[in-house]
């Protein structure tokens, strides 16, 4: 007979051997739990995460990890739903079915890179899609379209990614107001309201994320925020890490935030994250959106679409959206899940 529940603190090391059974690729997972779940600034505990039970040993899970999320710059606790998995030998006993009626009644769920088959159950309690998140490229230049081929033919080594040293400052004088500065310390980044663009769904930058998601590991991550602002709206920032893909070191720009009003802010972003791979001689750049804005700017910089994920949610159940809102979009990143732990190769790289 099984049984499903939230979990609680004493259920850990059961999370922790049931994630090492069904995810033995990612190392450290004791580490990695402890990080996503009790370290998270949004949770001190294990509530959000439902279990199904059959003799005390767990043989299905759901991690709804919490976040926050703004509209309207009004701040509500959203949930996002990962690592939703039933051990092998008890699948065909809905036990799928019984998790998901579980996570799918919380207010505010979010998902997204679910299997096709788990998306249309989750559908039919009751998700919508609600839009999508796209993955991009772009060689850093024609130069390093060259060396690629060059570096892939010759099976030239890479450098470690850990030998990248990332400028304090970013002044690229040739390109207008191309000043940013490296965020080491949570507490020089600039953040005046919830929101960049308060007529979209974001899901939330505040100085307790930015910490917790790009701070927690020295040297990792490298935040840059414009120097440039007032003191009514947020500066533009973005963060990047090197990464490796199709065998060779690129720069991913994991995060980014600017004023949709000002699409300027997002082209000054570009070029500052173009520059800094080229200084870094790496050899391309990846990123990612979910705004129709976002994705024209980034084709008309010849980015190439590699794939895309559909994102759904429970929200619009519990969100008012006025008539004039119905094309509300929502914006996230590779940041808002552990989606960039896996690319550009065939293991999980959390250290």
């Given at each position: 007979?099984v049984n499903?529940?939230?979990?609680h603190?004493g259920d850990?090391?059961?999370i922790?051997?049931?994630?090492?059974k069904?995810?033995?690729?990612?190392?450290?997972?004791?580490?990695?739990?402890?990080y996503?779940l009790?370290?998270n600034?949004?949770?001190?505990?294990?509530e959000?995460v439902?279990?199904c039970?059959?003799?005390d040993k767990?043989?299905g899970?759901s991690?709804?990890?919490?976040?926050k999320?703004?509209?309207?710059?009004k701040?509500?606790?959203?949930?996002?739903?990962?690592?939703?998995f039933v051990?092998?030998?008890?699948r065909?006993?809905?036990i799928?079915?019984?998790l998901?009626?579980?996570f799918?009644?919380?207010?505010?769920?979010?998902?997204?890179n679910?299997?096709?088959?788990?998306?249309?159950?989750?559908?039919?309690?009751?998700?919508?899609?609600?839009?999508e998140?796209?993955f991009?490229?772009?060689p850093?230049?024609?130069y390093?379209i060259v060396?690629?081929l060059f570096?892939?033919?010759?099976?030239?080594?890479?450098?470690?990614?850990?030998?990248y040293n990332?400028?304090?400052?970013?002044n690229?004088?040739?390109?207008?107001n191309?000043n940013?500065r490296?965020?080491?310390n949570i507490?020089?980044?600039?953040?005046n309201?919830?929101?960049?663009?308060e007529?979209?769904i974001?899901?939330l930058?505040?100085?307790d994320f930015?910490?917790?998601?790009?701070?927690?590991?020295k040297?990792?991550?490298?935040i840059?925020?414009?120097?440039?602002?007032t003191?009514?709206?947020?500066?533009s920032?973005?963060v990047?890490?090197?990464?490796r893909?199709?065998?060779?070191n690129c720069?991913?720009?994991v995060?980014?935030?600017?004023?949709l009003n000002n699409?300027?802010?997002?082209?000054?972003?570009i070029?500052?994250v173009t520059k800094?791979?080229e200084?870094?001689?790496?050899?391309?750049?990846?990123?990612?959106?979910?705004l129709?804005?976002?994705?024209?700017?980034?084709?008309?910089?010849?980015?190439?679409?590699l794939?895309?994920t559909?994102?759904f949610s429970?929200f619009?159940?519990h969100?008012?959206?006025?008539?004039?809102?119905t094309?509300?979009?929502f914006?996230?990143?590779?940041?808002d899940s552990?989606a960039?732990?896996y690319?550009?190769?065939?293991k999980?790289?959390y250290?």
């Amino acid at each position: 007979m099984v049984n499903y529940r939230n979990a609680h603190i004493g259920d850990f090391e059961k999370i922790v051997l049931f994630n090492e059974k069904i995810f033995p690729f990612i190392p450290s997972q004791s580490e990695y739990l402890k990080y996503r779940l009790l370290d998270n600034p949004n949770s001190n505990s294990l509530e959000s995460v439902y279990i199904c039970l059959n003799d005390d040993k767990i043989v299905g899970q759901s991690i709804t990890l919490p976040e926050k999320f703004a509209f309207k710059n009004k701040i509500y606790p959203g949930y996002w739903g990962q690592d939703y998995f039933v051990d092998e030998e008890y699948r065909k006993f809905g036990i799928g079915i019984g998790l998901a009626k579980l996570f799918i009644k919380k207010d505010y769920y979010f998902g997204m890179n679910a299997s096709t088959n788990a998306l249309k159950l989750q559908q039919k309690l009751g998700c919508k899609i609600i839009g999508e998140l796209n993955f991009f490229y772009k060689p850093t230049s024609y130069y390093h379209i060259v060396k690629f081929l060059f570096h892939r033919f010759f099976k030239i080594k890479n450098p470690s990614l850990h030998q990248y040293n990332f400028p304090d400052q970013l002044n690229f004088s040739h390109y207008e107001n191309q000043n940013f500065r490296l965020i080491t310390n949570i507490d020089d980044f600039v953040i005046n309201t919830p929101q960049w663009n308060e007529e979209i769904i974001e899901t939330l930058r505040d100085k307790d994320f930015m910490s917790w998601r790009f701070l927690h590991k020295k040297n990792r991550y490298y935040i840059y925020q414009s120097t440039i602002h007032t003191d009514q709206n947020n500066p533009s920032f973005f963060v990047v890490r090197p990464v490796r893909w199709k065998a060779v070191n690129c720069l991913m720009l994991v995060d980014y935030r600017y004023d949709l009003n000002n699409p300027s802010e997002l082209q000054t972003i570009i070029n500052s994250v173009t520059k800094l791979s080229e200084k870094l001689n790496l050899f391309a750049i990846i990123t990612s959106s979910s705004l129709t804005a976002c994705n024209n700017i980034l084709f008309n910089n010849n980015f190439k679409k590699l794939s895309s994920t559909s994102v759904f949610s429970t929200f619009s159940k519990h969100i008012t959206i006025e008539p004039s809102d119905t094309n509300t979009e929502f914006q996230l990143s590779y940041a808002d899940s552990d989606a960039e732990y896996y690319f550009g190769t065939n293991k999980f790289v959390y250290d």
